[in-house]
């Protein structure tokens, strides 16, 4: 998962313990029916994979008991808490986190899915210090961009509390592991736009484009900002009043990149009414 989908919707490493390949899901009650606990844990965490969360998570509980080794408690606890955090359970996700943390204090997924739990609870300062133990841990790691990633997500949770020189001085260090990394330009953009510096936030949206992000993508948030400006200024969401108020330039510029977003494939029928209504 990008850092991007960080700001965006969701945030954590993917947390799947694979021990053995599996060609298939599996169903939870053929995961129990298994009695070797390495095979069953393989098989649940491909439930994890393949996006089939309340299906891991109950195979998971079905060898929690009879699974209790260290590796497996530390392996089934993970997994149930990535489960747990896709299926927005976040206190048992920290649960979950927690016990396997008791067994491995340095277990770096259990530190990112507890981290992940922190913040959607809003325990900022919590999630900042989970990920800022695995930066620490992974200081020599040779995964630079998986380094500048962690990095982001540590400069973001910064912002949202407010703390803008420490979000500015972890966001450096990203982009100078990645300077390439679009997802970086898009958060920075995204910060801009919630101070209201909208041409800032267009300017970096435009950076993440010219460093490979996708324009399809891109000019979703363009569009969206765009919008957002002018109902900002206008204090109106109503597109015949905002059509009324706009200068020619305004919503040449709006229509410019709503169009654009659709005409690459956004499929948003309030926009599709934005510009029956005002883009001429």
Same mark, same amino acid.
Request: charged fraction near 25%; hydrophobic fraction near 40%.
């Given at each position: $998962? ?155 949770? =910064? ?11 972890? $966001? ?19 910060? +801009? ?40 200024? =206008? ?10 108020? $706009? ?19 956004? $499929? ?7 510009? +029956?209504?005002?883009?001429?």
């Amino acid at each position: $998962m990008t850092v991007r989908s960080v700001r965006r919707s969701t945030v954590t490493v993917a947390i799947l313990f694979l021990l053995n390949a599996v060609a298939v899901p599996a169903s939870a009650a053929s995961i129990a029916a298994t009695n070797d606990c390495e095979d069953q844990i393989a098989a649940a965490s491909l439930l994890n994979s393949s996006g089939d969360y309340a299906g891991a998570l109950a195979a998971f509980d079905a060898i929690v008991e009879e699974c209790d080794g260290k590796s497996e408690r530390i392996a089934i606890q993970t997994n149930r808490a990535h489960a747990l955090n896709r299926l927005g359970s976040y206190t048992e996700a920290y649960t979950a986190a927690n016990a396997a943390l008791q067994d491995d204090d340095e277990h770096l997924f259990a530190l990112s899915e507890r981290a992940y739990a922190n913040e959607r609870m809003g325990n900022i300062d919590l999630a900042i210090a989970d990920y800022n133990r695995i930066i620490e841990l992974t200081e020599k790691n040779q995964n630079v961009a998986e380094r500048a990633t962690n990095y982001a997500k540590v400069a973001d949770l =910064y912002y949202k509390q407010g703390n803008t020189a420490e979000a500015q001085a972890n $966001m450096a260090k990203a982009i100078e592991l990645d300077p390439t990394n679009p997802d970086f330009a898009i958060i920075q953009g995204d910060w +801009a736009a919630s101070s209201g510096d909208y041409d800032a936030a267009q300017s970096s949206y435009d950076q993440a484009i010219a460093k490979g992000m996708s324009e399809a993508e891109a000019y979703q948030i363009k569009a969206e900002t765009s919008v957002k400006q002018v109902q900002e200024k =206008y204090g109106t969401t109503n597109a015949q009043e905002l059509r009324a108020q $706009m200068s020619p330039a305004e919503t040449e510029k709006v229509c410019s990149d709503v169009k654009k977003a659709i005409d690459l494939g956004w $499929m948003n029928p309030q926009m599709d009414m934005f510009v +029956a209504l005002v883009c001429k």
